[in-house]
């Protein structure tokens, strides 16, 4: 702002940005499909589990559930569902929104409905940074990032697996990340979900945290389970769906695709498939528990032609995505898309152009939870530290978006036309002088200045100001307080727990 | 494709990509207004163009066009619209949709209705690349944008000032612009709108190469003129405006608005005055001449609060141009926005962040011509080689978007779900194979390969993969036929009117 004075300058430039605990869109959703194409999805969805049908392995509590509600079981193993079964279980008792609480009460989201919620990326066995290179990542990686997740304005959850601690036995990780979440952050969380026994600990951490008794009615963790698409569900992910609803907390049911590989390679195959994998796991926690809270989640992508290689932020998903979320709206339960995400090796114009590519649709689309919002690199095997703190930047810009267009007085401005007229500049009006603060987001890593401003100050590419700005921001880091006692009570369960298993490695 | 067989993937590599001459987006534009408060955006720009008043100054024959139409006019150049009085004009005569000849009738773009046509960046006086770094622009690099452009499959259209070529004399550079997209493409392109004398110098260059009575009868140019916002026409501008539209050729009327400086920093505001100038100036074009085509225009960005420098790929101007398709179909003139617009001085994540987060809501809001589609760097002031065919690829993507989702037979594959069955694979069956070649949008600038293979090929970011993909096309490049009477006719006219002419600098 030319025409401000520079100490009001610098004070709207320290002045923290006003981040709320979530999004609640005041703009419409995007709609792709007509209610005649969404039918059409929704029949083929429920024609594949009727005629094609949807296996669980090895879970023989889940085929008796299924059994029970009505579904024609064959092969021990594969369940047939009578159309418009899932529907009608999904839409009978699953909410159609819920609010995750956080430790910090004024951090806990709404999920559903008008709301998003951003989460970081999750699941990548490698971390990335400027300096250090790609690596492995480390319980220590995983801390930096609950603390970067933590401190950035415009990520709402703490996320999960934000990366593989990969120093840590496989078998005993879920028990280090939940505590990262719980002690560096006091944002909303994921929990374990590789095992059902993992997911029972994961539960009984948040016992520790949060109380049992408030734990069995009300939702304070999310486990994120994989479809082993196409069509089957292994029996460690379906006892892990049962084990969180059971305990009254919600599974984030996410069918994975690439399209011609776990899927056809047309868009409309790919999305019923995955509309059906998806409700026939939310189905599966109402029958476990009628009226926990689930998700439901899809992750839906292209193959390259040339390599076979996945490929993101491509226009098919993207389709794709506006079209789940009218027809999570039409089933009524919160909607999970992927975010930035992207197949470039580094925090280039290509993982910015994927990354957009796929958060535009996903958000207009209307997804509830938007998983893999920063972060994210290489088709998710590496999470990285520049990217983390760009993605968040472009998070910020979202909630401007959500806000939409403000068409009241102050926004149409008549005084200030009055004042001004034609050919004058606006710079110093009262108008301008009374808004400007507020008027714009201000990204935090775009570089504006002039090309010799630029120069002067390095020519530096938006990565390395990136690098700059996570540094900075882990040396600003202070913890949340935590309950000493509750701290002490969970690092004896992990303690515990550590002491009883043998290091594993699966 | 790993099921495919090398040959296959061979040759689908080398066949071209399918490009229309323009695209007919079936899907459809989003909505984010409601009708009322579009009502109340018309209202506001109804009051402006009333109360406030438009000057022109310095063209009497278009005060005395406007004074004829009902218009008051105050102090000899502020013209008072009464309210409704400009869309009434426009309604009354400017065509909803209009065709754009191209010397190649293959090429001809439909503007209007459902169809968006991409054209490149305008302007700029610097060029850049990564082995010679930002420089001035010259005819040559002129020369070589104009080009590109003619080999990339998904733009349209070949622009106008894609590069100022500073080494021509400023009155002479027009001829030499015109004379090249003629000469080097085929495509349908833009005239010179700083006089209206240059303006005449386009236009009669058309008559040469499509004939004189075809002229009259055709659009075969468009013309890209800038308000002075605020509410200011100057005389040239004006004069330039009513030249294009006397000879039934197409001026887009822009407004130039940075929020907060040419109007208010609040959208709404900004938005109204936008629209009430476009509607002005395009009003003026048929008063000149009833039923000559016209396109509503659009320059509405953001500023740095920081510095007061103009940000682009805000969310600001997302909201904007999203809104401004819903007025300019109300309207029922055709739209322009801006494409690939961004503030980076380089073609990294930054640039290609704020490129997409314009691109997005120019093409879902329904704009009908994107400028600055591709090449556009830092503000517009520099042209870049990598990031024009970085663009390209990304104006590709939308092709795919803009087909939507096939939502037949082959789309739902329900016979490749029979053949292949829960937890099989999809890359070798029937329907894969039929469908593969075309199932995704392949894009040429992304690397999807491992990390290992993306190491062994260079790392390279996705700059370094575009500056040798444009180097390559500048090489593969071959003219257009052209009809060596008619290359003769442009020729002289050019000589003679650069011989009638002193060099000037203005």
Not at 169 to 175: A, F, Q, T
Not at 446 to 465: H, K, S, T, V
Request: hydrophobic share 40%; with cysteine.
């Amino acid at each position: 702002m030319r025409g401000a004075s520079r100490e009001a300058r610098l004070k709207a430039r320290a002045a923290p940005p006003v981040a709320p605990a979530y999004i609640t869109r005041a703009i419409p959703e995007y709609e792709l499909l007509s209610a005649e194409g969404l039918e059409a999805v929704e029949r083929h969805a429920d024609q594949l589990l009727e005629e094609i049908g949807h296996e669980i392995r090895g879970d023989e509590p889940a085929i008796a559930l299924w059994r029970r509600a009505g579904a024609r079981i064959v092969d021990d193993c594969r369940v047939h569902v009578p159309a418009g079964l899932a529907r009608q279980i999904v839409r009978a008792s699953a909410p159609q929104e819920f609010t995750q609480h956080a430790r910090n009460p004024k951090r806990s989201v709404r999920i559903g409905g008008r709301h998003t919620v951003f989460a970081p990326a999750y699941g990548s066995p490698f971390v990335t940074d400027l300096e250090r290179g790609r690596r492995y990542g480390t319980i220590a990686d995983f801390h930096n990032f609950v603390k970067l997740g933590y401190l950035a304005p415009w990520l709402h959850h703490s996320g999960g697996t934000v990366c593989e601690p990969v120093d840590v036995p496989v078998n005993k990780r879920h028990l280090d990340m939940v505590y990262a979440h719980m002690r560096y952050s006091d944002k909303p969380f994921m929990g374990s979900v590789t095992t059902a026994e993992r997911a029972r600990d994961s539960i009984e951490m948040c016992r520790l945290l949060f109380g049992a008794q408030f734990v069995d009615s009300h939702c304070v963790i999310l486990g994120n389970v994989n479809v082993n698409s196409p069509l089957v569900l292994d029996g460690e992910a379906s006892r892990v769906i049962r084990t969180y609803a059971a305990a009254n907390q919600a599974p984030v049911c996410v069918p994975f695709i690439l399209g011609g590989a776990m899927g056809p390679v047309t868009t409309a195959g790919a999305l019923a498939q995955c509309f059906a994998e998806a409700m026939f796991c939310v189905a599966l926690g109402q029958l476990e528990r009628p009226g926990s809270p689930a998700i439901l989640g899809n992750f839906l992508s292209s193959m390259s032609l040339r390599s076979g290689a996945p490929t993101f932020g491509t226009p098919e998903p993207a389709l794709a995505y506006l079209a789940i979320g009218q027809l999570a709206r039409r089933l009524g339960v919160p909607l999970r898309c992927g975010g930035n995400l992207c197949a470039s090796k580094v925090a280039d114009a290509q993982a910015a152009t994927e990354s957009a590519n796929s958060l535009w649709p996903a958000f207009l689309g209307g997804a509830n939870f938007i998983l893999h919002s920063a972060g994210w690199l290489e088709a998710g095997l590496a999470m990285s530290y520049e990217k983390f703190v760009m993605d968040v930047d472009q998070l910020g810009a979202f909630h401007t978006l959500a806000r939409g267009m403000a068409l009241d007085d102050n926004g149409f401005a008549l005084d200030a036309f009055r004042e001004v007229g034609p050919g004058q500049h606006y710079l110093g009006c009262a108008h301008t002088l009374a808004n400007y603060q507020s008027a714009f987001y201000e990204s935090q890593l775009a570089d504006n200045n002039c090309f010799e401003q630029w120069q002067a100050e390095g020519a530096l590419a938006q990565p390395q100001r990136a690098q700059r700005r996570w540094q900075a921001l882990l040396e600003s880091y202070q913890a949340p307080p935590l309950d000493p006692a509750v701290d002490e009570s969970l690092q004896d369960f992990s303690a515990r727990r550590k002491a009883e298993l043998p290091d594993g490695i699966g």
